[in-house]
């Protein structure tokens, strides 16, 4: 344990110095004129939250080796962190080298080429062997060996298909791929298409085999899985949002994905396991609650703009009126969308509440005590579901009086 401790803080202090190293190529290049390709970063602020995320996965992996030395998650994210320091390095020595101090720099085009498939990897290995092994590092069964053999064979496939693309990079479309192989276009197209199937069917399978692992799980094993589960959503609706605005939420995407080795990190050491409930139901309860008042908004805008238009001349009367409505509406959508989560998500406590204000309507009312005493049993033993409930009353001029119920250790 002490061994493999020691790598894996060896592996994150070697991707530190490989990020000050990026970063400080990044700085250099920061009024540098990058000619913009299809895909890929672009960008000072594109580029910086890349150092963030890549520390943040092999600073997790490090930590998950030296604590959990067997599970094989750790060690996934220390070569995610690697891969990913050599992107952000690779990306910023080929403009250097090629834009900002020409000829400064031995070998630039190399580091464009490593930028090129890099973060493909990366990202492929996080989205197949994380899934599938995810949370204590082995596969679900004996059944799913096969699994991780199409997941490597795909992305070594798709990769490879990168790597030797001849012509343009992608990525560094001002960069000649130095290891292209020209005329075997054909070839390599057919095997990137194959690769790429594999890469695609080892996301699905890893995906389900989180749901069966998540179906047969125990109550902890199912809140350690929801942490990544809830990340992993946080980063899909992210990346949607990359695609629609590409030039506008990029360093959101990279952000993003620094949130899943935190959760992942965070499940797997069972550090305040259970706060993900919270978590769930308060991001259900404001994004519900910022769509219908988004949809208030809007629905009033056009309502009142086609009813108001005779009298207002076009004036914004209609939109300051649908701005108030949507203020007045907040706090009672928010409330009945938090009581119909509730209800979903979190019912024992919904029906502890539920019951508490029952007992509380009832006791406004009732003035015989031996109801009230059992009452007031009931209440507990449904709040709080004791093996034994008792309730000692004094009395001014006799001995207390106790009543003991069928449940509780607790006593009043």
Not at 26 to 52: D, E, R, Y
Not at 61 to 82: E, K, M, T, Y
Not at 130 to 147: C, E, I, Y
Not at 256 to 271: Q, W
Request: proline share 5%; with cysteine.
């Amino acid at each position: 344990m002490r061994w493999t401790a020691r790598l894996g803080w060896a592996i994150c202090a070697v991707t530190l110095v490989l990020d000050v190293v990026g970063v400080s190529l990044l700085v250099a290049n920061q009024a540098t004129a990058v000619p913009v390709s299809p895909i890929g970063f672009h960008g000072f602020w594109s580029f910086l939250p890349l150092a963030f995320t890549t520390f943040t996965y092999v600073s997790v992996g490090a930590l998950v080796v030296s604590r959990r030395p067997g599970n094989a998650i750790g060690w996934i994210f220390c070569g995610v962190g690697l891969l990913a320091s050599a992107e952000l390095l690779g990306s910023q020595y080929a403009i250097y080298g090629l834009l900002t101090e020409p000829s400064s720099v031995p070998r630039p085009e190399l580091g464009a080429w490593v930028y090129e498939w890099t973060g493909f990897v990366a990202a492929c290995v996080i989205a197949t062997f994380v899934m599938m092994l995810f949370p204590d590092g082995r596969l679900l069964s004996r059944a799913w060996r096969p699994l991780p053999w199409l997941s490597g064979i795909g992305i070594t496939l798709s990769a490879s298909c990168l790597a030797l693309w001849p012509g343009p990079l992608l990525l560094s479309s001002y960069v000649k791929n130095p290891f292209g192989a020209a005329g075997a276009e054909e070839s390599i197209g057919m095997l990137g298409a194959l690769g790429f199937g594999l890469v695609l069917s080892g996301v699905v399978f890893s995906v389900t085999s989180l749901a069966l692992r998540y179906r047969r799980a125990g109550l902890g094993e199912r809140q350690q899985i929801k942490w990544i589960a809830y990340f992993a959503g946080v980063h899909a609706v992210a990346f949607a949002v990359f695609v629609v605005l590409f030039n506008l939420a990029p360093a959101l995407v990279v952000l993003a994905a620094s949130a899943i080795p935190i959760a992942t990190g965070i499940a797997i050491l069972r550090h305040r396991l259970y706060d993900i409930d919270l978590l769930i139901r308060r991001t259900v309860i404001y994004a519900a609650t910022s769509a219908a008042i988004a949809l208030t908004f809007f629905a009033g805008i056009l309502a009142l703009q086609s009813l108001l238009s005779p009298l207002t001349a076009g004036s914004d009367v209609a939109v300051t009126a649908s701005t108030l409505l949507s203020f007045a509406l907040f706090q009672p959508i928010r409330r009945r969308i938090q009581d119909a989560v509730n209800r979903r998500f979190d019912r024992a406590r919904y029906d502890a509440a539920r019951t508490l204000d029952a007992f509380a309507d009832r006791l406004r009312d009732e003035v015989d005590i031996d109801t009230l005493r059992a009452d007031l049993l009931g209440a507990v033993a449904r709040t709080m579901a004791p093996t034994h409930a008792s309730l000692w009353l004094r009395r001014s001029s006799s001995a207390p009086v106790t009543s003991s119920g069928r449940r509780g250790d607790t006593t009043g």
